[in-house]
């Protein structure tokens, strides 16, 4: 019934959230900087504020993993310049 139907649209709605910010598309990443770089520069922009002091439903984001390194590590090449 309705009880269903809602708890099904809630259920969309999270996933929505949960995927945008998996891409990096979630709105409280782009907050988040913002405020990293005002606080960096000594800033307090009322928008800044206004927004960071209301109540947000944060999306779930996936744990941080480790990424493989692009050059094997440690990077000794056999010789370097003119020596073998």
């Known amino acids: 019934g309705r009880r269903r139907a809602l708890l099904e649209a809630a259920l969309a709605q999270a996933r929505g959230r949960r ?3 998996m891409t990096g598309a979630g709105l409280e990443r782009h907050l988040q900087a913002l405020a990293a770089v005002a606080n960096q520069m000594q ?9 960071l002091g209301q109540p947000w439903a944060l999306a ?13 590590h440690p990077l000794r090449p056999a010789g ?5």
């Open 43 to 51: 800033l307090r922009p009322p928008f800044l504020t206004e927004v």
């Open 60 to 72: 779930f984001s996936p744990a941080p993993r480790p990424h493989p390194p692009l050059l094997p």
């Open 19 to 21: 995927r945008a910010a």
């Open 80 to 84: 370097g310049g003119f020596n073998p």
